[in-house]
């Protein structure tokens, strides 16, 4: 069995935003999963996915601060011309990751019992981010 869509994501403000309910609503088919990946690939270059804390909010904030001290936007860059928040962004949507591939086991993503999928929005105003998902496993009725 293969699925493959697209989700178009809100636009959110730059930080790191719990997407995770935005997928799994994106591909009901999921639950027919037996055993499978997902793939979650990000078609920009200013913003990524990881996976992380889902629980606890200043994780997402904290997460901000480091990358904002890692890659700091005062360093001189030569790419400017659409604002200082550029580079930087393209910079951590590098470091952290353009896509993810999670296992699927009996119809769910294996995402362990404290971890969420993260947009991580790295432009001040980086508008609606699209994500290409693609679902590749057995289903429930050994159907591939």
Known sequence: MWIQRS????????GFHLVTHDILDAIPELGS???????????????SLTINE??????RIDFET??????????PYV???????DMPAHVKASMMGASLTIPVSDGRLQLGTWQGIYLCEHRNHGGSRKVVIT???ESRGGEE
């Open 54 to 59: 889902n629980a606890d909010p200043d994780v």
């Open 135 to 137: 679902v590749q496993g």
């Open 66 to 75: 480091a990358m904002n001290h890692a890659v700091p936007e005062s360093l």
């Open 33 to 47: 999963v037996q055993v499978g990946l997902v793939n979650l690939f990000i078609q920009h270059t200013s913003a």
């Open 7 to 14: 989700v178009h994501l809100p636009a959110a403000r730059r």
């Open 79 to 85: 790419h400017t011309l659409e604002g200082p928040d």
